[in-house]
Structure formats: C-alpha cells, structure tokens
C-alpha cells in the first residue's frame, strides 16, 4: 500500500505502463491523481484504498487479450462519463474451430477540465473521434 505522495506516483508510472490491459484503467487511477496535485495533503480515503486494489487486482488478473487479425473485423466499444473516455477494441476468432470474441486492447484516458462541460452525445462523439486518432 503506498505510503506517501511519492510512492502513488511509482504506483501510477507502473500501473500506466500496462493500461490497455486494463479496462476503464483511467476511471480506476482517478482518485490517484488527484492525490498528485501540489497542493494535496496525503491520506489514503476508502475510495484510494478501492482504486489501489483494483488495479493491483486487475494486474494480477487482466483478461487474455487476442492477437489482432487484420483479416477480420474489429469491435470498437466507447464509453464516455463524466470521469473519463473508455474504449475496448474486440475482435471474433475462430479458436479451436469455435468462434471466440476477446479484446484486443483498452484504451482509456481522464477528462480535461474543458471537456467536463460537455453533453453526453458531444462526450461519446469526442470519445470516439479521440480512440479512432489513438489507434490510427
């Protein structure tokens, strides 16, 4: 469990690393960044507790991802809220001459301060425009 402002950071450089293998990873680290402002005291809320369990959770567990096959066609999945914009790219593969539909990368991202302001059709269509710019 991380102790001091310094040690979050580490846990967030690590973390961030391996975040298209976690889903709604930027939801998740949320109240870890908040934690980083200058300004911020140090204390470990419930909510922080949660957050670091859950990635420590989701490190340890992540889904198996597929390898992309570039033959077939994706799955783009978005969501966007007030606290970030999400994404899951899948994909249908015949594995063991069974269809099998797995993602192939997440891909998510907190939200500006501009952006906080904006409608839900203009947030899934920044969303949108924001993962398709990602993974061109």
Not at 64 to 70: G, N, S, T
Not at 79 to 107: K, M, R, T, W, Y
Not at 113 to 133: D, F, H, N, R
Request: aromatic fraction near 12%.
């Amino acid at each position: 469990m991380p102790q001091n402002k310094e040690e979050i950071q580490s846990f967030l450089g690590f973390t961030g690393y391996y975040r298209e293998h976690i889903k709604d990873f930027a939801s998740i680290a949320r109240p870890f960044h908040k934690l980083c402002d200058k300004y911020t005291v140090f204390a470990m809320t419930v909510d922080r507790v949660k957050a670091f369990e859950s990635l420590r959770q989701a490190l340890t567990t992540a889904p198996l991802l597929l390898m992309p096959d570039f033959k077939l066609p994706f799955h783009l999945f978005i969501d966007a809220s007030g606290d970030g914009l999400g994404s899951a790219l899948h994909q249908v593969q015949i594995i063991n001459d069974e269809p099998v539909e797995g993602p192939i990368c997440f891909i998510s991202r907190k939200i500006k301060p501009t952006e906080a302001i904006y409608g839900a059709s203009k947030m899934e269509c920044l969303c949108l425009v924001w993962v398709l710019q990602k993974l061109n």
